[in-house]
């Protein structure tokens, strides 16, 4: 992973079609090494996930190329690497673990390095069923879902609601769940982590942790889908 860092690194402070293309080869180089990786952790999330195992690089990869026609930003590149890892492919609107190889060099996305469970795209249908199946099982989803989770991953509550709907009790415990929008975990990490040795491998014990929530989300994607 040293090299694809120190590639993201150097295109944020490179961010044009010039430099790109100049440094086409080395970013092919690196684009293999991810692929690898990629697939490493297709393989060893499938082991826990049978869903996981039949996806292929296409099915959770993204282009580095930035669509800026309707983006205050220009820069024509990403500067991250990302996969998405879910039920289907990323465009099946599932629940699935994410990970995600920014510049490092902020606290922020996507300069962060984070892993997510959950998604940030769902059908509206979806979210009025989480809603009642969180409030109605409040008990199992914070001792078995929640509880699961690494204490790493935290509830990502970026473009929540900023109160309870109406028809559920402000000061209930899983109040702040029902103003999600997105219903997701996340747990940031640092460079020595996605540096160090056998990298797929300690993503995807991380990631085994948050299996119960994807499960448990992907149960009202798929109840909303048959209805």
């Known amino acids: 992973m040293k090299e694809i860092l120190k590639f993201v690194r150097d295109l944020a402070q490179n961010n044009n079609r010039e430099w790109f293309n100049a440094n086409k080869p080395r970013y092919q180089a690196v684009l293999k090494q991810w692929h690898d990786f990629c697939l490493e952790l297709i393989a ?3 082991s826990f996930d049978p869903d996981i195992a039949k996806l292929t690089i296409a099915d959770c990869t993204y282009r580095i190329y930035r669509d800026t026609r309707f983006s205050p930003d220009k820069t024509p590149y990403k500067t991250h690497f990302g996969v998405f890892l879910c039920p289907g492919g990323k465009k099946s609107m599932h629940a699935g673990y994410y990970f995600h190889l920014g510049t490092g060099l902020s606290d922020s996305y996507p ?9 940030y795209c769902y059908e509206p249908a979806v979210i009025p069923i989480l809603r009642e199946d969180i409030s109605d099982g409040w008990e199992e989803f914070s001792s078995q879902v929640l509880a699961a989770a690494d204490a790493r991953f935290a509830i990502d509550m970026d473009g929540a609601l900023k109160k309870v709907p109406k ?5 209930a415990p899983y109040a702040r769940f029902m103003r999600l929008k997105n ?4 747990a940031g990490v640092d460079d020595d982590f996605v540096t160090a040795p056998h990298l797929a491998r300690r993503v995807a014990a991380l990631f085994r942790t948050t299996k119960p929530f ?5 149960r009202a994607v798929d109840f909303a889908h048959s209805h």
């Open 183 to 186: 219903y997701c975990l996340v």
């Open 167 to 171: 028809g559920y009790p402000a000061d």
């Open 111 to 119: 300069h962060a390095h984070m892993l997510a469970s959950g998604n």
């Open 214 to 218: 994807n499960d448990y989300i992907n």
């Open 44 to 46: 060893e999330i499938g």
